[in-house]
């Protein structure tokens, strides 16, 4: 990266073409936003995520502890969401921290409780 051009910030995704101006999807595409849909679609990792997005970053412990689950469950979440890039990690004596390395895991999120938000209030 040139060094007169800003650090992406955390809080947005790299500038893409608009949806309606790309190609159609290809069949590797939609797999692998099935794959990345079905990872985000798991209430323990939804919410493990917006703990992240308002802590900043947290260790398993900490996560155990706001979640009420055991930390092996919490570091097995974790995992999946490291494997996919979601979350990285850095290590601070004994406890590892995580926190969200993808923006645009953070506008999915946001988008996608908007989405659930307006749809309740347009059904009743």
Not at 35 to 42: G, H, R, S, V
Not at 81 to 94: C, E, F, H, K, Q
């Amino acid at each position: 990266m040139n060094s007169r051009e800003p650090e992406p910030s955390l809080n947005a995704c790299l500038p893409k073409p608009p949806l309606g101006e790309r190609e159609l999807l290809t069949a590797m595409q939609a797999g692998e936003l099935v794959a990345l849909f079905k990872t985000l679609a798991n209430d323990t990792r939804l919410r493990m995520l917006h703990a992240l997005v308002r802590a900043g970053e947290m260790c398993v412990s900490e996560m155990s502890d706001l979640l009420a689950m055991k930390p092996q469950a919490i570091s097995n979440q974790l995992t999946r969401l490291a494997d996919r890039g979601i979350v990285g990690s850095r290590r601070n004596g004994n406890n590892i921290y995580y926190r969200i390395v993808d923006p645009c895991v953070i506008e999915i999120l946001d988008h996608g409780l908007c989405l659930s938000e307006e749809a309740k209030a347009r059904s009743k």
